[in-house]
Nanobody
Framework: QVQLVESGGGLVQPGGSLRLSCAVS????????MGWYRQTPGKQRQLVAA????????KYADSVKGRFTISRDNAKNTVYLQMNSLKPEDMAVYYC????????????WGQGTQVTVSA
């Protein structure tokens, strides 16, 4: 059974930081492309960041470049999203995903974790 379990969401003030983690089980993590999507009410889910199976290829949405960093630890079957300089428009439910397509790694989804950016 494939499981992606996110943690690390919460409430943060504008300009603050959060680190999301996603623990993965039930699949071969080391050969999996991983991603983080986010969704706000009434909008489509947006791919925020993706990282290749080996960690050597990374892409970001333009809106988060320079502020967010995706990384992975294949020894721990975990992917991370470090979010700095958070803005109110970053507020969303963030989903960890896995997929065979690096440009849309969305075969499997976690349950999501809420990130709230508010003063």
């Amino acid at each position: 059974q494939v499981q992606l379990v996110e943690s690390g969401g919460g409430l943060v003030q504008p300009g603050g930081s959060l680190r999301l983690s996603c623990a993965v089980s039930g699949l071969r993590f080391s050969i999996s492309h991983m991603g983080w999507y986010r969704q706000t009410p009434g909008k489509q889910r947006q791919l925020v960041a993706a990282i290749s199976s080996g960690g050597n290829v990374i892409k970001y949405a333009d809106s988060v470049k320079g502020r967010f960093t995706i990384s992975r630890d294949n020894a721990k079957n975990t992917v991370y999203l470090q979010m700095n300089s958070l803005k109110p428009e970053d507020m969303a439910v963030y989903y960890c995903t896995q997929g065979s397509n690096f440009y849309a790694p969305n075969d499997y989804w976690g349950q999501g974790t809420q990130v709230t950016v508010s003063a």
